[in-house]
């Protein structure tokens, strides 16, 4: 009794005996070793710790080496502070800024629905539907906004779908008194005779269950499906997710030689057809476990709807108008989303030169992707919500609302609006990564972890990724996917260089991986959202998602050794990532 009132007193305090212990427990590490690199191995593992267990905020944590680095004596302060603003945290921020403003004027709910009313509402059908528009919508606002934004739909379809389904049933003892015939009833025998057939009063609880046990099914299917495609979308663009960006930042500090070769354009040009091969293969498993693969039934033309999908069709079109006519602050909003991605993708391609090269006469590095998500991003607090009265093309259809007669028009976007919707953590989170990786080199502690793994050069490459993928998928159900690719980047990093393997060979499938959370409600805010809805079990998830993790991993390994290869030169080891010499 005492032993079990102690546990549950040492559970209640774990926090608190994490916080205050850590520290303490790893103090050896500098003070018997008392070089540089045991300095800077103890401010790693006590923030692997911290953003393992989350004792502390994500982004509190990884302010700690803007006090522990130079109390160690591994760089100076001002140097570890530039750490936290560099140009991958400005990339960030002025694409969440567009994102925000995407929101804002609920411009991803209007595409998302129109393209559900375009796809149709048999049950795949709509699977893929949901699978795709969020997908899509991830790639360029945050997953969990993603998430947040269409498990609502979701729910509302659902919901109507098994209303009309309980009708149904509802309705059938109406039928059988307007149209059954009594026969001589038997000793031992009752039948009902419905529309000439025998019909068995026996079967009806058998087929309500079951009946039930499928709309139970399709609500798991349904759900699960959109928190998948928010983790998968976010990896086919830069500013998608954060361990993207990670990657580019370690890049550009560890490697600072190298020529810009992850940009909007080649990370784009690799990850989006990996990202279509994770959601068709994830959307025909879904279907296999939770819906059964009818092709006939899914893809046949002609086929008469049923009251079911025409109920969910209305349920969809009814959000739809309920967005009322397209207004001129979302056209304009759209208008400079398009005008950020077609920059992004013509600043730098790759195979030509790009606008920045051509009209600026200069080196690309002048002008990166970061100085376009700004532009665009000052443009929304520039451009007005409503037209100007002088033009004369203004009509009431682009503003519903009448125009005050008084005060400024409000612009697209403001800084108030952004204050409340931009997720500050993260860049402060993306910050500590760049101010970690920057004291391991210089602390030498990445040179050494990558002398410690020399002896894999006897191992081929794509068997490492393999291992590395399934290592970093494991590890990010438990932490923040920013977390995972800020601990692990710079160490692959290392051990690339003392195996003589393109950075990018082990960096890139790290990356991926980080963002396949699939397993558990607490491994990503998209999971949690779906499992607060009810419909799932941990035993659900956790089964689904091990053969999600598969399918990445597959997926991530055909990608790195077919089209990566040519798009990243992986085939050589780059005078670039030889540092050691400099």
């Given at each position: 009794m005492m032993a079990s009132r102690a546990l549950k007193l040492v559970w209640k305090m774990k926090n608190t005996l994490i916080l205050f212990c850590t520290p303490f427990l790893l103090l050896p590490l500098p003070l018997v070793i008392g070089s540089k690199e045991a300095g800077c191995a103890y401010v790693v593992v006590l923030m692997a710790v911290y953003w393992c267990t989350e004792v502390l905020p994500l982004a509190v944590t990884a302010l700690l080496p803007a006090v522990l680095f130079p109390l160690f004596r591994i760089m100076e302060s001002k140097d570890v502070c530039m750490q936290y603003l560099k140009d991958t945290n400005m990339l960030f921020l002025g694409g969440l800024m567009v994102a925000v403003a995407v929101e804002h004027w609920n411009l991803h709910k209007r595409i998302a629905l129109r393209v559900l009313l375009l796809v149709g509402v048999r049950p795949a059908l709509l699977m893929l539907g949901f699978m795709g528009v969020t997908a899509f919508l991830s790639m360029w606002i945050s997953n969990t906004a993603t998430t947040a934004m269409m498990v609502p739909i979701v729910q509302a379809v659902l919901e109507q779908l098994n209303n009309t389904a309980q009708q149904e049933q509802s309705s059938i003892p109406e039928t059988?008194?307007?149209?059954?015939?009594?026969?001589?009833?038997?000793?031992?025998?009752?039948?009902?005779?419905?529309?000439?057939?025998?019909?068995?009063?026996e079967s009806d609880p058998e087929e309500h269950s079951r009946e039930a046990e499928e709309r139970l099914k399709m609500s798991k299917g349904l759900t699960l499906c959109v928190c998948y495609a928010a983790s998968i979308g976010g990896t086919a663009t830069l500013t998608g997710t954060g361990p993207n960006l990670v990657l580019m930042g370690q890049m550009s500090q560890l490697f600072p030689d190298n020529p810009d070769i992850i940009n909007f354009a080649s990370w784009f040009g690799f990850a989006f057809p990996n990202m279509i091969i994770m959601l068709t293969l994830a959307w025909l498993w879904l279907q296999i476990v939770f819906l059964g693969i009818n092709f006939k039934k899914t893809w046949g033309c002609g086929t008469v709807k049923t009251e079911k999908e025409i109920a969910a069709y209305n349920v969809i079109k009814e959000e739809h108008r309920s967005l009322?006519?397209?207004?001129?602050?979302?056209?304009?909003?759209l208008a400079l989303f398009i005008l950020l991605v077609v920059l992004w993708f013509t600043r730098d391609p790759g195979f030509v030169d790009g606008w920045a090269t051509r009209f600026f006469n200069a080196d690309k590095e002048f002008v990166t992707d970061a100085t376009v998500a700004v532009f665009v991003a000052a443009l929304l607090f520039v451009f007005p919500s409503k037209p100007p009265r002088l033009c004369f093309w203004r009509t009431e259809s682009f503003d519903?609302?009448?125009?005050?007669?008084?005060?400024?028009?409000?612009?697209?976007?403001?800084?108030?609006?952004?204050?409340?919707?931009?997720?500050?953590?993260?860049i402060l989170l993306l910050g500590g990564g760049f101010a970690l990786a920057k004291g391991s080199e210089i602390s030498g502690l990445s040179k050494w972890l990558g002398d410690q793994m020399s002896p894999l050069q006897s191992i081929p490459p794509w068997a490492i990724a393999i291992v590395i993928c399934l290592m970093i998928a494991t590890f990010t159900e438990c932490t923040s996917n920013v977390a995972t690719a800020t601990l692990f980047l710079p160490i692959l990093a290392s051990m690339s260089q003392s195996i003589g393997v393109n950075p990018l060979y082990v960096m890139v499938p790290c990356t991926?991986?980080?963002?396949?959370?699939?397993?558990?409600?607490?491994?990503?805010p998209p999971n949690a959202i779906v499992f607060s809805y009810g419909y799932l079990k941990v035993s659900d998830m956790a089964k689904t998602g091990i053969v999600m993790n598969i399918i990445g991993i597959l997926s991530i390994t055909l990608a790195i050794n077919s089209w990566g290869r040519a798009i990243f030169s992986l085939d050589t080891f780059p005078s670039w990532a030889n540092t050691t010499d400099v």
């Open positions: 059988e008194e307007k149209s059954t015939e009594k026969q001589p009833e038997s000793p031992g025998e009752e039948k009902v005779v419905l529309n000439g057939d025998n019909f068995s009063m009322g006519p397209m207004t001129f602050g979302e056209l304009s909003v519903t609302v009448p125009q005050q007669e008084s005060g400024p028009t409000p612009a697209l976007l403001t800084w108030k609006v952004t204050q409340k919707k931009m997720p500050w953590s993260i991926l991986s980080a963002s396949f959370a699939f397993m558990l409600p607490v491994a990503t």
